[in-house]
């Protein structure tokens, strides 16, 4: 009797421990699919406010070329060339995020600085360079507000260190430099030896490059210097492939009446 007892009860048992696992089962497959759906608007949220910060870089960014003289297509060129040395040196997702936005606003600061200085077409004095060094400081500065995702800030505020601990503002060296901020330092400084400015004609991107190749080991990164030489036609034909935003928001703001 206690066995066929037995028997019976572990016969009831099997549906009673199937029905249990089915519902575990059940509610297990909800959760995950809340947890997907969760992290799914989590990444929808997270490429909306990209989509955001991106456009208030470029904004902020027409602000700076109207003062400064720079145009649309020299911030482009930056961007672009920022974007693939990125890419060759495998940032992170927020590391790129930050360079690239860092391309647009990296001379923020000079919003700060008396525009007679900014637009001087002779040598500066001492004490003018000492007025436009603060602007890495003060760019920094004004970025910390914005609080963007990704660290943009360090960018700025150093992407006028030299290789050698010359530069502003704290005097790193080599590799104490942020590595985003070496690229924009040779970048930055490639595309100004290339452009008009009102101190100097543009020069040809050969002779800009020999003297990014003569800084390389005091002012810039031996390897970046050499990873822009060795890629520099292929970023060339991404720049005239790739649509200008900046510049056509610029014409969009000319022909507004």
């Known amino acids: 009797v206690e066995r066929t007892l037995g ?4 016969i009831l048992l099997v549906p009673c421990l199937l029905l249990s696992f089915r519902n575990y089962s059940i509610r297990l497959t909800l959760m995950e ?4 759906q969760i992290l799914q608007l ?8 990209n989509a955001v910060h991106s456009r208030m870089a470029e904004a902020l960014a027409f602000s700076i070329a109207s003062k400064t003289q720079l145009s649309g297509s020299q911030l482009h060129r930056s961007r672009i060339y920022c974007q693939e040395l990125g890419l060759l040196f495998q940032l992170p997702p927020d590391r790129f995020q930050a360079l690239e936005t860092a391309s647009l606003l990296h001379d923020i600061g000079n919003l700060a600085v008396p525009a007679h200085i900014l637009l001087k077409p002779g040598k500066l ?3 003018e ?3 436009v060094k603060r602007h890495a400081g003060i760019g920094a500065d004004l970025l910390t507000m914005v609080q963007f995702p990704y660290p943009v800030v360090p960018i700025v505020r150093h ?6 601990g010359t530069g502003y503002p704290a005097g790193l060296q080599g590799d104490e430099i942020p590595l985003e901020a070496r690229i924009l330092a040779v970048v930055q400084s490639f595309v100004a030896l290339i452009s008009e400015r009102p ?9 800009a490059m020999e003297i990014l190749h003569a800084g390389a080991g005091t002012r810039f990164d031996p390897q970046i210097v050499k990873l822009l030489q060795d890629h520099l036609q292929r970023f060339e034909e991404k720049v005239a492939r790739t649509p200008d935003r900046l510049r056509m928001n610029s ?7």
């Open 7 to 10: 028997d019976g009860f572990g």
């Open 33 to 36: 699919e809340q947890q997907r």
């Open 42 to 49: 989590s990444r929808q949220h997270a490429e909306e406010m």
């Open 125 to 127: 004095s001492p004490e």
């Open 129 to 131: 360079f000492e007025t």
């Open 159 to 164: 992407h006028h260190e030299n290789w050698d």
């Open 199 to 207: 101190q100097r004609h543009a020069l040809p991107p050969a002779e």
């Open 251 to 257: 014409l969009r703001q000319e022909t507004i009446p």
